[in-house]
């Protein structure tokens, strides 16, 4: 089995500040890990994807992902917030070679001027 | 390139009318998923297919029908629709896993309403 916890439902921050938000996960297999972010009235557009190559993943719009295994946790960072990027975010995870996704609860980003 | 489109966008129903979402890609994607979201329940998975005619349950299958008649096209339908299926319905495919990490890829939804 394999779940996924976003530990914040609502982040808030200030424009031009560091974001983090926090993602743990459970599998019993080598998991991919995925972070999507959802504008209002969109689609759920991907960020970035961790399957097992390096551990600290880029991806688009200055966001970034580290995978740690022993702490079974894929965090999404972005060390400077654009009004831009208020959103809900989901962390995804999947099993290797399996062909079902879990979504966490999601966390919905608030910036502020 | 469109790559998933859903139609229709929005749509009111009686309850008791039935209807059907169409969704259609162009990446010649393998796999092929339905599922709907909920305010405060995330994303939910209806039913999914891992190929041309082959359909799957998900987690919220009830009164819910799919069809895959065709690789690029996933039909889901409404037989009877109820109030409790007033919410929006995102289709969304991938390539097999093993192939690139097998990452969704989204249309832009289908907003419900069921009186």
């Known amino acids: 089995a394999q779940s996924v916890t976003q530990l914040d439902s609502h982040v808030s921050v200030s424009e031009g500040t560091p974001v983090l938000l926090r993602c743990n996960y459970s599998?019993?297999?080598?998991?991919?890990l995925f972070w999507y972010v959802q504008h209002p009235n969109k689609g759920l557009q991907l960020l970035l994807k961790y399957t097992s190559a390096a551990t600290l993943v880029k991806g688009i719009n200055g966001f970034e992902a580290e995978f740690k295994k022993s702490e079974t946790s894929f965090h999404l960072t972005k060390p400077s917030a654009h009004m831009s990027d208020a959103a809900e975010y989901f962390c995804v995870v999947r099993r290797a070679a399996g062909n079902k996704l879990t979504f966490g609860g999601g966390t919905r980003v608030l910036v502020k001027p | 390139n469109a790559g998933v489109t859903q139609t229709p966008k929005f749509r009111v129903l009686k309850t008791g009318q039935s209807m059907t979402l169409l969704c259609a890609q162009d990446m010649n994607h393998e796999y092929m998923y339905w599922y709907r979201q909920d305010p405060g329940m995330g994303l939910r998975l209806i039913h999914y297919?891992?190929?041309?005619?082959?359909?799957a349950k998900g987690e919220v299958p009830d009164g819910y029908n799919v069809s895959r008649l065709k690789k690029q096209n996933f039909l889901l339908g409404l037989e009877s629709a109820a109030p409790s299926q007033t919410s929006v319905y995102f289709c969304?495919?991938?390539?097999?896993?093993?192939?690139?990490?097998?990452?969704?890829?989204f249309g832009e939804g289908s907003r419900l309403t069921v009186l």
């Open positions: 969304a495919s991938s390539y097999l896993p093993s192939s690139g990490g097998g990452e969704l890829f």
């Open positions: 297919s891992v190929g041309e005619g082959t359909t």
């Open positions: 599998s019993s297999y080598s998991p991919s």
